[in-house]
């Protein structure tokens, strides 16, 4: 079965740098999440869409960015990048009917 | 204190053995429980979800009690390919659709 994609899988920024991680939900599922897993921690929700529009938002810094496009897929854009920006970048997806949410693979962002 | 909380283990058990995991929450109010796996440095993998009812799915039972805000899973017959960190999930609030996690416990399933 069809999973979620991220792109890429590994990135490494310079501090102060911008970064846009990509995200290809499951076929179907129209609502996207985003969740950053330090390391040694559990993922913490940043930021969802839920047909294009902002439907939640968590602990996503002011330096970060998201939407989502008229194919589900959903961006985001990290600017001014921090040492502690460095983590596991995951998208999961669902439909709107449902609270099961897949994960991606995960983009893991390295800044130096 | 976590919203979610669990006993971080490790868990070592023999092949073969039946463990136990026990979860607690602290928002009364919270609707959906889930039990994930994730082996190192991968993406979350969902499980199965938990109902007040219990579920099974194969040699996996979740058992949910509201009344102790706690959350169990069971594994019987544990095999080398269980060795993963199990964590309990659970949606706080029907508003929102975030996905609260415990910390994870770790568990490792020895020949």
């Known amino acids: 079965a069809a999973g979620v994609i991220q792109s890429p899988r590994h990135l490494i920024k310079e501090k102060r740098e911008t970064a846009t991680l990509k995200c290809y939900p499951i076929?179907?599922?129209?609502?996207v999440y985003w969740y950053q897993q330090g390391p040694g921690q559990d993922p913490q929700f940043l930021i969802s869409?839920?047909?294009?529009?902002?439907?939640d938002k968590g602990s996503i810094p002011d330096r970060f960015s998201a939407q989502q496009f008229s194919d589900y897929h959903s961006e985001l854009n990290m600017s001014s990048l921090e040492l502690g920006d460095s983590a596991l970048y995951f998208c999961?997806?669902?439909?709107?009917?449902?609270?099961?949410?897949?994960f991606g693979p995960g983009t893991r962002l390295t800044v130096t | 204190r976590k919203e979610v909380e669990q006993d971080p283990g490790p868990f070592n058990v023999p092949e073969g053995a039946t463990v136990a995991f026990n979860c607690t929450y602290s928002?009364?109010?919270?609707?959906?429980f889930f039990w994930y796996r994730q082996d190192c440095r991968k993406e979350p993998k969902l499980l199965m979800s938990?109902?007040?009812s219990g579920n099974e799915d194969g040699r996996f039972t979740a058992q949910l009690n509201r009344a102790s805000q706690y959350i169990s899973l069971l594994i019987r017959d544990s095999k080398l390919s269980d060795s993963a960190t199990y964590l309990c999930?659970?949606?706080?609030?029907?508003?929102?659709?975030?996905?609260?996690f415990g910390s994870g416990t770790r568990l490792q399933v020895q020949p």
């Open positions: 928002n009364s109010a919270s609707q959906s």
């Open positions: 999961a997806s669902s439909k709107d009917d449902s609270y099961e949410q897949y």
């Open positions: 999930v659970v949606n706080m609030d029907t508003g929102r659709r975030a996905l609260t």
């Open positions: 938990v109902y007040s």
């Open positions: 869409f839920y047909e294009k529009m902002q439907s």
């Open positions: 076929p179907r599922h129209d609502t």
